[in-house]
C-alpha cells in the first residue's frame, strides 16, 4: 500500500483523525494504554502520537507527514473557522489524555470538578 505523503490533508481527513481520536482516547483500553506508559516512566504524549499515526496508517496517510501536517493546520486553514475549533478541540482532548494517564483516575476527577467550578464562577461573573 503506498501512503499519502505530500500536499496538505484535506478536511474531510483532519475531521475523521480528530474523530477517530476522540472515540479512542475515550476506550478503557487505550486509556489503560496511555496510563501503562506513564507508570513505565514514559511520555503520555508519546502514546497518543503513536495513537494518531496509527489512525493515519489506518488513513492510508504515511505517519510522520501526517503529524507533519498537524503543525501546518493553523495557516492551511486560517480561514475555517469551524475547523480550527475543531482542532483545538483535538489538541485539547490529547492534553486531557494525557492528563488523565499523568494523574491517575482519583486526581484527574478531582481537577475537572476544580475545572468545571471555576467555568461556573467564570459564567456567573460575566452576568
Known amino acids: 500500500m503506498e501512503y499519502q505523503n505530500s500536499g496538505m490533508l484535506s478536511k474531510e481527513q483532519l475531521l475523521h483523525l480528530f474523530d477517530r481520536f476522540a472515540f479512542l482516547t475515550s476506550q478503557p483500553d487505550v486509556k489503560k494504554r496511555i496510563a501503562d506508559a506513564v507508570n513505565d516512566k514514559q511520555e503520555a504524549v508519546a502514546v497518543t502520537t503513536a495513537i494518531q499515526e496509527e ?22 486553514y486560517e480561514n475555517d473557522l ?3 475549533i475543531q482542532f483545538y478541540v483535538f489538541v485539547a482532548k490529547e492534553e486531557t ?4 494517564a ?5 486526581k484527574f476527577a478531582e ?10 464562577q467564570v459564567k456567573v461573573l460575566q452576568f
Do not use: S, T, Y
Not at 97 to 100: G, I, Q, R
Not at 111 to 120: D, F, N, P, V
Open 55 to 76: 489512525i493515519f496508517q489506518e488513513m492510508g496517510v504515511d505517519p510522520r507527514f501526517g503529524i507533519a501536517c498537524l503543525g501546518k493546520v493553523n495557516m492551511a
Open 82 to 84: 469551524a475547523l480550527l
Open 97 to 100: 489524555a494525557c492528563e488523565e
Open 102 to 106: 499523568e494523574l491517575g483516575p482519583e
Open 111 to 120: 481537577r475537572m470538578e476544580a475545572q468545571r467550578k471555576l467555568q461556573q
